[in-house]
């Protein structure tokens, strides 16, 4: 499996060659030619979603829809005893000849709380595997990694790849025909 920054230490960044591109097609083409030479740390910086990035990266999807599913089942579970427990149980008050444990009034706020739960769930996985909150990253020391929430694609190799060599990967890089290429401090 392909390691990208979500799944990388800060650390590993230190000493990566950034590879600076002025169009974002540029950058899915420098990110396919990347994979196909053997690169398996990598990873885009972008100002927005750029199409095909995503697929020249190899992400996986699917991990986050089994988070917030048992998120969902969890709260919705835990809605349902909870009303069950507080009407039925603790607090019983028959009101207008109603069963005490009447599911259809419980169905919509037991909902509700499935929904929450399911939103709290995949943000508590996105900050996990993320590794936020991140006041800090190595790659924040380069002069011009501001530009990539302007208009700037950026493609970083770690140092941590197998087939990093400082002088290679950057005559690499550098054969990809960006704007500039830089090096992370140490």
């Given at each position: 499996?392909?390691?990208t920054e979500a799944t990388m230490k800060a650390e590993e960044w230190q000493g990566a060659l950034v590879a600076e591109f002025a169009e974002p097609d540029a950058l899915v083409t420098a990110l396919r030619r990347a994979r196909e030479a053997g690169y398996s740390r990598i990873d885009a910086?972008?100002?927005?979603?750029?199409?095909?990035?995503?697929?020249?990266?190899?992400?996986?999807?699917?991990?986050?829809?089994?988070?917030?599913?048992?998120?969902?089942?969890?709260?919705?579970?835990?809605?349902?005893?909870?009303?069950?427990?507080?009407?039925?149980?603790?607090?019983?008050?028959?009101?207008?000849?109603?069963?005490?444990?009447?599911?259809?009034?419980?169905?919509?706020?037991?909902?509700?709380?499935?929904?929450?739960?399911?939103?709290?769930?995949?943000?508590?996985?996105?900050?996990?595997?993320?590794?936020?909150?991140?006041?800090?990253?190595?790659?924040?020391?380069?002069?011009?990694?501001?530009?990539?929430?302007?208009?700037?694609?950026?493609?970083?190799?770690?140092?941590?790849?197998?087939?990093?060599?400082?002088?290679?990967?950057?005559?690499?890089?550098?054969?990809?025909?960006?704007?500039?290429?830089?090096?992370?401090?140490?």
């Amino acid at each position: 499996m392909m390691r990208t920054e979500a799944t990388m230490k800060a650390e590993e960044w230190q000493g990566a060659l950034v590879a600076e591109f002025a169009e974002p097609d540029a950058l899915v083409t420098a990110l396919r030619r990347a994979r196909e030479a053997g690169y398996s740390r990598i990873d885009a910086f972008t100002p927005f979603p750029v199409e095909g990035a995503a697929e020249a990266l190899d992400l996986r999807e699917g991990w986050l829809v089994w988070v917030a599913t048992g998120g969902f089942l969890a709260g919705g579970a835990l809605g349902y005893l909870m009303q069950w427990y507080l009407n039925g149980v603790n607090y019983p008050i028959n009101v207008g000849g109603r069963p005490l444990a009447a599911w259809p009034a419980f169905t919509l706020p037991a909902f509700e709380i499935a929904v929450l739960f399911a939103v709290f769930a995949a943000i508590a996985a996105m900050l996990y595997v993320d590794r936020l909150p991140r006041l800090n990253h190595p790659l924040f020391e380069l002069e011009r990694f501001g530009l990539v929430s302007r208009d700037r694609f950026f493609l970083a190799i770690a140092p941590t790849d197998p087939r990093f060599e400082a002088e290679g990967t950057r005559a690499f890089l550098a054969g990809l025909g960006p704007a500039r290429i830089d090096q992370v401090p140490r």
